[in-house]
């Protein structure tokens, strides 16, 4: 990148100027748009970050419940309940459904759990272990809760992250790139528009000067000629013509071998 | 025939008896307990471990040791006590040590068969297995393509067979929860054990009809309270019942048309010997039921210990090892998930 921005080549005309300017106009809302839109995502961002922080510490202690729940499981109903309930099932019951929110026009995904289908496990432990066995399932659930939370969450941070990036990578560009060039572009624009126009008058100044001589000139040759015209017909009136003595003088100047003296 | 025990057990049963209560002298103490809920980490675990019997088990793991691979290595030790005595024992304690294990081995025919229903893996399905209830011919279950071979390999191949064709047909199979299935086949067994015990007459036969009585009036109560508010009838309730025991045939009426547990507790409380145990609990809590069970369960094993010249000996003993292994799990993963607050919540100490 240079130093000093460019600006960008083009005809230096008026329609150009004419264009330039409302560029320029359009690129000025461009970024103060744009600077709003990346305050709303900042602040959005905020928000959601401390949501992930207290997120995530709940989720610590909640993985930390189930997992004794399913230890209790274990003590009362036997190490091989698990192998049994997991041999017995087919499909999932707690499914995970993803849709889109729109934030300050950024798409965020977002994900919810729903249950789907009846779970036969409910007689699981029956003769004994029941009861804990229908416990730890019910502190799974909620991890799960918070797990899908916890993922909705740090997908929105990720792609609110990016939004945020781009925009704001746009208004810098804005700022620092096209409106100082479109600005160089117009004052070149508009310096050569003057220059042209002092060119034009230069110009014109000098055949008025051309004009003016040649018409002074004229005058002059005029004058003269009118004086000229004048002596003659005053030496006519005399008898002689000016201009014919003179050229007699100027024959006899000559030497004319007919004639003797 | 009692008193006349003492003249001919010793013949046949001295040896493994001898066994038996020397095993029972290596459970771990409440002392040794005190020092394992002391550990910070599942290593001190290890180590006081490897004073006591399970030392030789543990001794060859590598370092970072996980909670499974702990209780692992305890239950081979279970097994290979097991499986020394099978081979010593004579007709008809070896029966009897037979039926001990008929409960895993329900376990693990009943997994094999939802995983066969779902299509997995067969290696992995044995893998699963309790090896406590392995027998040879349980490979052959996962062959089965569908239900009705699954039934007819079921009842040539185990020896589960009888309860099978008692309880159920083959049409059962497809539709049946497989809970139900299990729960049936574990009462076929209990009240099997129970006659078979009734055969043996003598001290065995009231010892073990005591402890069993126990066990199915146990089985009564969770399976009633852990069907309330589900989709299990109150006729197919009564079916999982067991005909004997305490509360047979009055106390299961009255359980069968339970509704919640304040109801299960009064007819509980109709019955001594077991008013003790909801004592300990307060009104409308169940989480400590099982563990006041296994507290109940503990003493009348550890009484089984008192008289000689019984078979009840070996029962008390298999049941008395699970108990520890389980007070093993649960110290070793509340060490292991930092929660070592709950660690007396559930640890029923033997002596």
């Known amino acids: 990148m240079s130093g000093q921005s460019q600006r960008l080549n083009v005809v230096p005309t008026v329609t150009m100027l ?126 799960i809760e918070v797990l899908v939370e916890l993922a909705s969450l740090q997908t929105s941070f990720l792609t609110l992250d990016e939004a945020i990036k781009t925009t704001n990578r746009r208004v810098n560009a804005l700022e620092n790139v096209v409106k100082p060039r479109l600005e160089n572009t117009i004052i070149y624009i508009k310096a050569e528009l003057d220059e042209l126009e002092r060119e034009d008058f230069f110009r014109l100044k000098k055949i008025q000067g051309y004009k003016k001589r040649a018409i002074e000139k004229q005058v002059a040759s005029a004058k003269q000629f009118a ?35 | 025939m009692y008193g006349f025990e003492a003249l001919t057990f010793n013949i046949h049963a001295g040896y493994l008896e001898a066994i038996v209560r020397g095993h029972r002298a290596g459970l771990l103490t409440a002392a040794d307990y005190n020092n394992l809920c002391q550990c ?36 081979l030790k279970l097994v290979d006590d097991y499986k020394h005595m099978l081979c010593q024992a004579t007709e008809p304690l070896s029966t009897f040590l037979e039926y001990i294990t008929y409960g895993h081995m329900i376990d693990n025919v009943v997994l094999i068969v939802t995983g066969t229903l779902h299509e997995r893996d067969v290696q992995e399905l044995l893998e699963k297995c309790h090896p406590l209830g392995m027998f040879d011919s349980i490979a052959t279950l996962a062959v089965a393509q569908n239900m009705r071979e699954l039934y007819r390999l079921v009842l040539v191949d185990t020896p589960l067979a009888p309860y099978f064709s008692e309880c159920i047909t083959s049409e059962d199979l497809d539709d049946m929860n497989i809970e139900i299935m299990r729960n049936t086949l574990y009462k076929a067994y209990l009240e099997d054990f129970y006659r078979f015990c009734q055969k043996l007459g003598g001290a065995t036969a009231e010892i073990m009809s005591d402890l069993l009585s126990f066990e199915a009036d146990r089985r009564a109560v969770n399976i009633t309270i852990n069907s309330i508010g589900t989709e299990l009838t109150r006729d197919d309730r009564k079916k999982l019942y067991s005909n004997f025991g305490l509360f047979y045939p009055y106390g299961h009426e009255e359980l069968a048309v339970c509704e919640d547990i304040d109801q299960v507790r009064g007819v509980m409380e109709k019955y001594p010997p077991y008013q003790s ?15 006041a069970f296994y507290e109940e369960e503990v003493k009348r094993l550890c009484l089984a210990f008192e008289q000689q010249f019984h078979y009840g000996v070996f029962f008390a003993y298999m049941r008395l090892r699970e108990q520890e292994i389980r007070n093993l799990m649960w110290i070793s993963e509340c060490v292991a998930q930092n929660q070592k607050s709950r660690v007396h919540d559930s640890v029923v100490f033997i002596f």
């Open chain 2, 277 to 291: 145990i909801f004592s300990k609990l307060s009104y409308g809590e169940s989480q400590m039921l099982d563990k």
């Open chain 1, 227 to 261: 004086e000229e015209q004048s002596a003659e017909k005053v030496s006519l009136q005399q008898g002689i013509s000016i201009s014919s003595a003179h050229n007699l003088l100027s024959a006899a100047a000559h030497k004319d071998e007919d004639i003797i003296f």
């Open chain 2, 40 to 75: 910070e980490t599942l290593d001190d675990i290890k180590m006081h471990l490897s004073a006591t019997e399970y030392g030789s088990y543990l001794q060859n793991e590598p370092s970072p040791l996980h909670t499974t691979t702990i209780v692992e290595k305890c239950t």
């Open chain 1, 18 to 143: 004419g264009a330039m300017k409302a560029r320029l106009v359009g690129a000025t809302r461009g970024h103060a748009l744009l600077k709003k839109k990346s305050d709303a995502l900042t602040v959005q961002f905020r928000q959601i970050l401390k949501k992930i922080v207290s997120t995530k510490e709940s989720m610590g202690e909640i993985m930390k419940t189930s997992s004794f729940a399913l230890t209790e499981v274990k003590y009362v109903a036997g190490d091989s309940i698990k192998h049994s309930v997991l041999e017995n099932v087919k499909n999932a019951s707690l499914k995970v459904r993803s849709k889109q929110e729109n934030i300050a026009g950024v798409k965020l995904p977002k994900f919810e759990y729903f249950t789907e289908g009846e779970t036969k496990n409910d007689l699981t432990g029956l003769a004994r272990g029941g009861q804990q066995v229908q416990q730890c399932r019910a502190a799974y659930v909620k991890a």
